[in-house]
């Protein structure tokens, strides 16, 4: 099914600086953290990834600088294919102790997802994969990786993976996360490993979990230079430069994002359970804060998809549970859709409350013109009490093995439903996209 390649890549050669060097993915990068790491050091692969400049000109000034560096050899191309082994130890946000997830960086075939070999999870916006094929078109590289899954709850591939050549330690913290976070970076490039690990994964489908917009992006641009003439089979433009992680990793954690409601004329709470109570049973909660709120949509999330909702103010919260299944006549974006998507939280919530109850259209829902996303339930509630928003519901995490059912189905779900921490980093490996250059 899926073909999976190992890596030729550029890497920055002073692999002693890579903590200065690296970036998280562009999409996730504030203007404030943007000039804290083009501060941290004069290569910071975000000047590639967020080009300064004005209008179109910074995707050339990306071009530019990226030549530059090449010349200068801060980039090498290492020629000897391997995978590389990415770990990442960290303290999941909220507490508890710390865990290691374990990946690698590697190439997959692109492919369109009408051949079902690679899963889409949520829409896509045109915004986005607009600005990423300019710098495609203008650097010919591949600067970020996506996140895939695959399937292996019998661990096959652990071993494949142990042991190769540390190339690099350090720790770094982003400025969206609460602590700091250590990444390891190992060469896999022993014949066996390589070949055991390709074959595993060409017997599966592979799940993104993140970056969708890039992967659009890349199958976009393949199709572009495919139309100027013929190339060969395996040339690297071809191939999407991804971190690969076992969906069955217990440490392979996965957090709610959650939905702050603001801009509606008025709402008040009595008229939204009016609209809304037929689908779910209520239950009042006590005034608390975050943590507490998310303790009893817990247990209640054991027994039915459950949503918390916090009126503006903070002075009144309930608990949604659903209720029974929903009338299909009533709730067509939900009723009329796969069991799958509508057993999941986030979709209840965007179809039934969001667009039915409070009248926020799927394109108001995707320009996100009424919702703000929020990853920490503590500061979200603090926001809704500060009167920030009109309604906030905080959400479950969305379970790895429903994202799959639902991408399986042929089905997607709505933007952020997911929110796989730790980001993986941008300047550990670079796929360049010649059409000339051989993968493998």
């Known amino acids: 099914m899926a ?3 190992p890596l030729k890549p550029l890497r920055f050669a002073d692999v002693s600086a890579l903590s200065a060097l690296v970036a998280p993915p562009y999409d996730v990068i504030s203007e404030a953290e943007r000039a804290s790491l083009e501060a941290k050091h004069g290569r910071n692969v975000v000047k590639l990834i967020l080009p300064r400049g004005e209008g179109d000109a910074k995707y050339g000034n990306a071009a530019e600088l990226f030549g530059a560096w090449r010349k200068e050899g801060a980039l090498v191309r290492d020629e000897e294919p391997a995978f590389y082994r990415y770990d990442q130890t960290f303290a999941p946000p909220g507490g508890g102790a710390a865990v ?6 590697g190439l997959v075939k692109l492919v369109p997802f009408s051949e079902r070999i690679v899963l889409p999870h949520e829409r896509t916006l045109s915004g986005p994969k607009e600005d990423r094929l300019k710098l495609f078109r203008a650097t010919r590289t591949n600067l970020s990786p ?13 071993q494949a993976l142990a042991g190769g050549n540390e190339l690099a330690r350090f720790s770094v913290q982003a400025a969206t996360e609460p602590s700091p976070i250590e990444h390891v970076l190992t060469k896999i490039a022993g ?21 969708h917009h890039r992967y659009e992006t ?20 071809k191939f999407f430069m991804v971190f690969f992680a076992n969906e069955d990793d217990p440490n392979l ?59 503006k103010g903070g002075e009144r919260a309930v608990l949604l549970s659903r209720k029974g299944s929903f009338d299909a006549a009533k709730h067509p974006t939900l009723g009329q859709r796969p069991s799958a998507l509508r057993g999941t939280d986030v979709a209840i919530l965007h179809a039934v409350v969001l667009e039915h109850a409070l009248g926020i259209s799927l394109e108001a829902q995707a320009s996100q013109t009424n919702l703000a996303y929020l990853k920490d339930a503590n500061d979200a509630v603090r926001r809704i009490s500060a009167g920030e928003g009109d309604v906030l519901f905080l959400m479950n995490a969305t379970p790895v093995a429903q994202v799959r059912a639902v991408a399986e189905e042929g089905e997607v779900m709505p933007q952020k439903a997911t929110y796989f921490y730790p980001k993986v980093l941008t300047g550990m490996t670079i796929h360049t996209l010649d059409p000339q250059r051989i993968v493998g």
Do not use: C, W
């Not at 996506?146 to 652990?158: H, I, K, S, T, V």
């Open 3 to 5: 073909v999976v390649a």
């Open 146 to 158: 996506g996140f895939m899954l695959y399937r292996d709850p019998q661990r096959a591939l652990d």
């Open 218 to 237: 890349a199958l976009h641009y393949s199709r572009e230079i495919e139309a100027t003439g013929a190339t060969p089979a395996n040339a690297e433009h």
């Open 253 to 311: 954690l996965v957090f709610p994002t959650h939905r702050l409601v603001h801009g509606l004329a008025s709402l008040l709470l009595d008229d939204l359970l009016g609209k809304i109570g037929d689908a779910f049973d209520v239950t009042p909660l006590p005034k608390g804060d975050g943590a507490s709120y998310m303790r009893a949509l817990g247990e209640a999330g054991k027994k039915a998809p459950s949503l918390v909702a916090v009126l």
């Open 100 to 105: 290691t997830r374990t990946g690698f960086l």
């Open 191 to 211: 014949k066996e490993a390589v070949a055991a690990i390709s074959a595993h994964l060409a017997e599966r489908s592979l799940l993104i979990a993140d970056g």
